[in-house]
């Protein structure tokens, strides 16, 4: 009796080992036309919340079939995986054994086989739905069509402008008379953020101020201005024409007033001396105008 119990323990147990998994595959159409959608379906029993190794989402089908949606449903004794797809190509086209591993046992499905018609024969006429129709452009339409070829030509106008712009710019800054304009007008300032006047110091004022214009005329105007006594100064630039006259009244009144400062303590009113200092500033500024003049009227 206890041998009989033993056999049918033992027949109980190979029947478990022999319990495994059953693969289930179906495909449902072994005749499409190109491009049409195909479902090709696996379902596994018995999985016992065992893990399914199988290919990735979107890459067990070969290469040339055309995945729509991959998607696979996992429950604690079932494996399913739903797969569909379309072929583009005509021909015939064979789906190979798929191969599944559970707990380090390989199971495979059974091939299909594919056929994959073309509905559209050769020399067949085409149709179109509706006949083409023109549609009329606006502004806006062109403009979205050739804004860029706009945007391009006149970047590239502004470009030639500024170039042009700074060449000439750059050739006006090297020609001596606005060297010595832009150096006499920076000297001028310098002079005026001394505070001199504020300071009731017209003494200094008016020697820093005639320093400047003597240099001045001894640069711009090329004559001895710096090394001349005031008088015989003023009779040149009366006798000399290189400056108008003008000019020549301001720079004197200048002079006369700075010697009275300098060496008489003889000095102007407040208003004069900041006067004096506006009319040698506009001097300066004028005076590359003036030798312009002068250059275009010995050219003619």
Same mark, same amino acid.
């Given at each position: ?25 179906? &495909?449902?159409?072994?005749?499409? =036309? ?10 596994? $029993?018995?999985?016992?919340?065992? @893990? ?6 979107? =890459? ?10 991959? /998607?696979? #449903?996992?429950? +604690? @004794? ?5 797969? =569909?797809? %379309? #072929? ?19 199971? %495979?499905?059974?091939?299909?086989? #594919? ?6 024969? *050769?020399?067949?006429? #085409? ?7 023109? &549609?009329?452009?606006?502004?806006? @339409? ?8 706009? &945007? *391009? ?26 060297? *010595?304009?832009? /150096? ?6 310098? &002079? ?5 006047? +504020?300071?009731? $110091? ?29 008088? $015989?100064?003023?009779?040149?630039? !009366? ?35 900041? !006067? $004096? ?12 105008? @003036?030798? =312009?003049?002068?250059?275009?009227? !010995?050219?003619?």
């Amino acid at each position: 009796m206890k041998l009989f119990r033993i056999y049918i323990l033992f027949i109980f147990s190979f029947a478990a080992s022999l319990r495994g998994q059953t693969l289930y595959s179906s &495909l449902d159409k072994n005749i499409v =036309e190109v491009g049409e959608p195909n479902v090709y379906r696996i379902k596994i $029993d018995g999985v016992n919340a065992k @893990d399914v190794a199988a290919a990735p989402k979107n =890459e067990l089908l070969p290469f040339h079939f055309e995945v729509i949606k991959d /998607s696979i #449903i996992r429950s +604690q @004794d079932l494996y399913e995986r739903t797969v =569909e797809f %379309s #072929i583009f190509q005509e021909g015939d086209f064979r789906i190979p054994p798929l191969d599944f591993v559970i707990d380090g046992r390989k199971i %495979s499905t059974i091939p299909y086989e #594919i056929k994959v018609t073309n509905p559209a024969q *050769a020399g067949d006429p #085409i149709i179109d739905i509706m006949n083409n129709k023109e &549609l009329p452009l606006g502004i806006r @339409d062109y403009w979205e069509m050739y804004k860029w070829y706009v &945007l *391009a030509t006149l970047t590239a106008v502004a470009l030639a402008v500024a170039i042009w712009q700074i060449l000439r710019y750059g050739k006006k800054m090297r020609r001596p008379e606005v060297r *010595a304009t832009n /150096s006499t007008l920076r000297q001028l300032e310098d &002079l005026r953020k001394k505070n001199y006047l +504020q300071a009731g $110091d017209f003494r200094s004022f008016y020697v820093g101020l005639i320093e400047i214009t003597r240099h001045f005329l001894s640069t711009q105007y090329h004559f001895p201005a710096e090394v001349l006594l005031t008088e $015989d100064l003023i009779e040149y630039l !009366q006798k000399n024409s290189t400056i108008s006259e003008e000019n020549e009244k301001a720079v004197s009144g200048v002079l006369l007033r700075g010697d009275n400062a300098k060496f008489a303590k003889i000095f102007p009113e407040p208003q004069q001396a900041v !006067q $004096d200092f506006e009319n040698i500033k506009a001097f300066v500024k004028r005076s590359s105008k @003036d030798l =312009e003049l002068q250059n275009l009227r !010995q050219d003619v």
